[in-house]
């Protein structure tokens, strides 16, 4: 049996509602209306289809898989531990918008890292890219630098980080092929890629509230509890990211077959030379039969 897998990354366009049609071997053009889309085969790193991938497009908060790749590198190397408590300061929660995605985490308030992580991976809260941002470099200032470091070190040609989060702001951008790089690195700690595909997760009271938290993931090809009709059994992930600038972006993966956690690729799926996939509003198909 050949196993094949698979990631995605979409930027700017109604993403579900898009037609992917991928061949083993080649594709025809299909009807995608993301400004730019990449599909790689990811056991070998083939490029099954491009669309614009190097174009400098707003991402949104496709960004935090940067923000989380950072954190889960400096756990490695001994410089974190998950389970080590940090505590929002003032100027980590400065600037960020009301109506922004938001963990409603506070001044002096307590979470662990594992904690935050969650927070910033399954609903996507900005707060917490500030928090860890500063706890491992001193300040919001210096994450960002190290962002932009590792970008390049990762072979990024098409991206400069202005902030931790996403949010627009003028010289924040990056590619759909650079955010594959990224993102593919990312996919190589377990942690990561247990948390990007969690539905849900409880954080129970902190010292500064009484109240439970239950977080419910942003990506509608895992979880129905923010929008309907796109669940896929083989998604894996990964992250989502929305504003007015970057339109709806995507970085996703699919799996067939029992994943090894420790794979680096997003998806597996069976299938010979010749036969066809298709990625319909979240769902995969082999020549018009759901997989």
């Given at each position: 049996?050949?196993?094949?897998?698979?990631?995605?990354?979409?930027?700017?366009?109604?993403?579900?509602?898009?037609?992917?049609?991928?061949?083993?071997?080649?594709?025809?053009?299909?009807?995608?209306?993301?400004?730019?889309?990449?599909?790689?085969?990811?056991?070998?790193?083939?490029?099954?289809?491009?669309?614009?991938?190097?174009?400098?497009?707003?991402?949104?908060?496709?960004?935090?898989?940067?923000?989380?790749?950072?954190?889960?590198?400096?756990?490695?190397?001994?410089?974190?531990?998950?389970?080590?408590?940090?505590?929002?300061?003032?100027s980590a929660l400065r600037?960020?918008?009301?109506?922004?995605?938001?963990?409603?985490?506070?001044?002096?308030?307590?979470?662990?890292?594992?904690?935050?992580?969650?927070?910033?991976?399954?609903?996507?809260?900005?707060?917490?890219?500030?928090?860890?941002?500063?706890?491992?470099?001193?300040?919001?200032?210096?994450?960002?630098?190290?962002?932009?470091?590792?970008?390049?070190?990762?072979?990024?040609?098409?991206?400069?980080?202005?902030?931790?989060?996403?949010?627009?702001?003028?010289?924040?951008?990056?590619?759909?092929?650079?955010?594959?790089?990224?993102?593919?690195?990312?996919?190589?700690?377990?942690?990561?890629?247990?948390?990007?595909?969690?539905?849900?997760?409880?954080?129970?009271?902190?010292?500064?509230?009484?109240?439970?938290?239950?977080?419910?993931?942003?990506?509608?090809?895992?979880?129905?509890?923010?929008?309907?009709?796109?669940?896929?059994?083989?998604?894996?992930?990964?992250?989502?990211?929305?504003?007015?600038?970057?339109?709806?972006?995507l970085v996703s993966s699919?799996?067939?077959?029992?994943?090894?956690?420790?794979?680096?690729?997003?998806?597996?799926?069976?299938?010979?030379?010749?036969?066809?996939?298709?990625?319909?509003?979240?769902?995969?198909?082999?020549?018009?039969?759901?997989?």
């Amino acid at each position: 049996m050949k196993i094949r897998r698979f990631i995605s990354v979409f930027l700017s366009a109604a993403l579900l509602c898009g037609i992917l049609t991928v061949p083993a071997a080649a594709l025809e053009d299909p009807d995608i209306r993301a400004k730019a889309a990449l599909l790689v085969e990811a056991e070998t790193d083939t490029v099954l289809y491009d669309k614009n991938i190097h174009d400098e497009l707003s991402i949104a908060s496709t960004t935090k898989i940067m923000s989380a790749l950072l954190v889960f590198e400096a756990i490695e190397r001994g410089e974190l531990r998950l389970d080590q408590s940090v505590t929002a300061t003032a100027s980590a929660l400065r600037g960020l918008p009301e109506d922004g995605s938001t963990a409603d985490i506070v001044e002096g308030e307590t979470l662990t890292v594992e904690q935050l992580l969650y927070c910033m991976l399954v609903i996507s809260a900005n707060e917490t890219c500030n928090i860890l941002g500063e706890t491992l470099c001193g300040s919001v200032e210096g994450f960002v630098e190290r962002m932009n470091q590792r970008a390049q070190e990762l072979g990024c040609k098409n991206t400069r980080f202005a902030n931790t989060t996403g949010l627009t702001q003028s010289g924040h951008y990056s590619s759909a092929y650079d955010l594959y790089l990224i993102t593919r690195e990312a996919m190589k700690f377990d942690d990561f890629m247990t948390m990007v595909n969690t539905k849900s997760y409880e954080i129970p009271p902190t010292n500064k509230t009484e109240d439970e938290r239950v977080l419910h993931s942003t990506n509608a090809l895992i979880s129905n509890w923010r929008l309907a009709g796109y669940l896929y059994s083989g998604a894996q992930g990964i992250k989502t990211g929305s504003t007015d600038a970057a339109g709806q972006c995507l970085v996703s993966s699919a799996v067939r077959g029992q994943p090894h956690p420790c794979e680096r690729g997003a998806g597996r799926g069976e299938g010979g030379e010749g036969q066809w996939l298709r990625l319909h509003c979240g769902e995969l198909h082999r020549d018009g039969a759901a997989l």
